[in-house]
């Protein structure tokens, strides 16, 4: 299709590799990608595909200020469409829906639906209410109860923050007489988070990624296994692999219709090796930072999603590509060969660096500047904790 000269669209969280697969995608077919971002500097600045940038307050420390620059910037833009990249900024718009959906172009659930998936406790409450496997999970309502549950909980156990993405606050915990100084730890960054059975880092991980039109009605769905992770026990993802697994693909597309979705969502399940059961982990009501895969897989959500938004649908594209492999070198895999014994063996080869199949979330030959632009935000990192928390845990 020809896209009309002038359309126009912005992402936010600038600096993660989701932003800059969508920036990529956009820009390729001639849309003017305007990029924001906390910090002056991020990978999707430096993408020759970001046609201007702007920044706005963290949304996680200064919400209300943020929703209002966000606001008054898209109402003075006349944007075609919004991109919300992270769980902060999705939340923002879930708090202000209608003052979101009337400045710009959105292809989003209703706010109930984001507040559930953005909950990892209400969306494993909702998991079990709609007969979806998920870990056994605790849910602490007064500090009191940590000592009487502290011996009905499987250990190893897993700490995990109710808000939040990238593996941040995640503690495993061995012992029973652990857990309650560690919980109390974490509490206080993260009130009241979860408290989850350990499944064996051994367990297959599988993200289902969909994109739902105005009506809830599917239009891609796209199956990865997470090949490589850092840390290995659970972080983000390193390197990607598109598989063919309809029974993944059903649980996860089943779950968001329960959900009434809209718009693009990843569903996370680990397939515990203990019992071959799927079990939910996660629903990310927003685009995910292996984005890159299912482009590469020849399933362009991105430009998909922009259509459905212009143009009120799009063509359904549930056939992908098998076997399509993205990696995230930097910094990710080379995270996790420096942490892993195992690293000569791994599978695919961490000395496999192009070919046929093979791609990378930041490293790109045509666009070459974002991988420049990291080593700088990496060189940044080391004296500004929160920056190094966003490069070593984000990607």
């Known amino acids: 299709m020809t896209i009309r000269a002038g359309r126009k669209v912005f992402i936010t969280d600038a600096n993660s590799r989701r932003s800059l697969a969508v920036a990529r995608s956009l820009g390729r077919r001639g849309i003017r990608v305007i990029a924001g971002h906390d910090k002056t500097y991020a990978l999707a600045f430096a993408s020759k595909y970001c046609a201007g940038r702007m920044m706005y307050p963290n949304p996680k420390k200064f919400p209300a200020e943020c929703a209002a620059v966000l606001l008054d910037h898209l109402r003075a833009g006349r944007y075609d469409h919004f991109f919300p990249m992270s769980d902060d900024v999705v939340r923002l718009v879930a708090r202000h829906f209608e003052d979101f959906s009337a400045a710009v172009s959105l292809v989003v659930p209703d706010s109930g639906a984001l507040e559930t998936a953005l909950d990892k406790g209400e969306i494993i409450r909702f998991a079990a209410a709609h007969g979806f496997g998920h870990p056994r999970t605790f849910f602490i309502e007064d500090l009191d109860s940590l000592h009487r549950l502290k011996h009905e909980i499987p250990y190893p156990a897993v700490i995990k923050p109710r808000f939040g993405s990238g593996a941040e606050g995640i503690v495993f915990v061995k012992k029973p007489e652990l857990l309650a100084a560690q919980y109390l730890r974490i509490h206080q960054q993260f009130p009241f988070p979860l408290i989850q059975e350990g499944i064996p880092h051994t367990s297959p991980k599988y993200g289902v990624h969909c994109l739902f039109n105005r009506r809830g009605e599917l239009r891609a769905a796209v199956v990865q296994r997470f090949s490589r992770q850092y840390p290995n026990r659970g972080?983000?993802?390193?390197?990607?692999?598109?598989?063919?697994?309809?029974?993944?693909?059903?649980?996860?597309?089943?779950?968001?219709?329960?959900?009434?979705?809209?718009?693009?969502?990843?569903?996370?399940?680990?397939?515990?090796?203990?019992?071959?059961?799927?079990?939910?982990?996660?629903?990310?009501?927003?685009?995910?930072?292996?984005?890159?895969?299912?482009?590469?897989?020849?399933?362009?959500?991105?430009?998909?999603?922009?259509?459905?938004?212009?143009?009120?649908?799009?063509?359904?594209?549930?056939?992908?590509?098998?076997?399509?492999?993205?990696?995230?070198?930097?910094?990710?895999?080379?995270?996790y060969f420096l942490a892993n014994f195992g690293r000569w063996q791994t599978k695919p080869s961490f000395w496999k660096f192009w070919g046929d199949r093979l791609g990378d979330c930041i490293l790109s030959r045509e666009d070459p500047r974002p991988a420049l632009a990291f080593a700088g935000i990496a060189l940044r990192s080391l004296t500004d904790r929160n920056l190094r928390d966003s490069v070593f845990h984000r990607y």
Not at 276 to 286: H, I, Q, W
Not at 313 to 321: A, G, I, K, N, T
């Open 235 to 335: 972080g983000p993802g390193s390197c990607f692999e598109t598989v063919d697994r309809p029974d993944i693909l059903e649980q996860g597309v089943r779950l968001l219709k329960k959900l009434a979705w809209k718009g693009v969502a990843q569903v996370e399940f680990l397939e515990d090796c203990r019992d071959g059961a799927l079990k939910l982990m996660d629903v990310n009501p927003r685009f995910w930072d292996s984005l890159q895969t299912v482009i590469q897989a020849g399933v362009d959500i991105p430009h998909m999603l922009f259509r459905i938004a212009v143009e009120g649908d799009v063509e359904s594209r549930l056939d992908y590509r098998i076997g399509e492999v993205c990696r995230s070198i930097l910094p990710g895999e080379i995270l």
